[in-house]
């Protein structure tokens, strides 16, 4: 058995464990199934109210399910024993509103009393209850990164953060759709339904074999793709807002909470 294969029914502490040994630091989406996964944002604490404003306006890309303490690395609500600084498969630093070259697999070197955590809600979370529907997820069926597009489309400012709305995309037949749209919407809080069914120009997205994050997937005839609000939109808003440090998930690699997904599902 290959190590993605072993990974995808883990729990969730032996998964941490992996990414914070430096044994695995790739995307996590069809992995430790059953669990929620979330995006992360990591800021000084004097950016962290105009923060939660700005997610509490845009809640679609930004559903905010936990925040630390100033200082406190560990997300206890959603993962007792995590560690925010080690246990994220690969981070992004944003220094004034540019990121680092490289992308860390550990970032406690990096970390100060100020810094406030934040974890977002994910659609890698609704993914397993397409597939037991009998859904296929493309994308994990190619064992790829989601792929993730920037849109023209802008989201609510809060304070000194604004940008566009990032979306992901996972192509279906047009007859599977009042299903994708039934099964996503009872997850509002990673992400929900889609935003938009179809072309991708409406959204003011150029060419679906080029995506700004992640990996391209194929539409098989007769499929359109359908989109979904991502939670690397905050990604765009921190480069905008500028702070002196912030940090991130890598795009698709993300941190695995120890809340099944039932948890979050809300069922109409």
Request: proline fraction near 10%; charged fraction near 25%.
């Amino acid at each position: 058995m290959d190590l993605l294969a072993s990974l995808r029914d883990a729990q969730p502490a032996t998964f941490r464990a992996m990414v914070r040994s430096g044994r695995f630091v790739g995307p996590t989406a069809g992995l430790v199934r059953g669990y929620a996964q979330a995006n992360v944002v990591i800021l000084p604490a004097r950016w962290a109210g105009d923060f939660e404003a700005f997610c509490r306006n845009n809640p679609k890309p930004c559903p905010l399910i936990a925040q630390t303490a100033p200082g406190d690395p560990e997300p206890r609500s959603v993962a007792v024993g995590a560690d925010l600084r080690t246990d994220v498969p690969r981070y992004r630093v944003f220094r004034y509103g540019q990121p680092d070259r490289d992308e860390p697999t550990d970032i406690r070197s990096l970390w100060r009393d100020d810094l406030v955590g934040f974890l977002l809600g994910c659609s890698f979370t609704f993914e397993q209850a397409l597939e037991k529907a009998g859904l296929e997820v493309r994308h994990l069926r190619l064992r790829r990164n989601v792929p993730m597009y920037r849109t023209r489309i802008a989201c609510r400012p809060a304070g000194k953060f604004c940008g566009p709305l990032v979306v992901s995309m996972r192509p279906f037949a047009p007859a599977d759709i009042p299903r994708v749209r039934a099964i996503t919407a009872e997850f509002p809080t990673m992400h929900g339904e889609p935003i938009h069914v179809g072309d991708p120009a409406a959204l003011g997205i150029a060419d679906l074999g080029q995506p700004d994050y992640g990996d391209p997937v194929e539409l098989h005839e007769g499929e359109v793709p359908v989109f979904w609000a991502c939670g690397v939109t905050p990604q765009l808003a921190l480069a905008e807002a500028r702070p002196e440090l912030c940090i991130t998930h890598s795009p698709g690699a993300m941190f695995v909470t120890d809340r099944t997904d039932q948890s979050f599902r809300r069922p109409r």
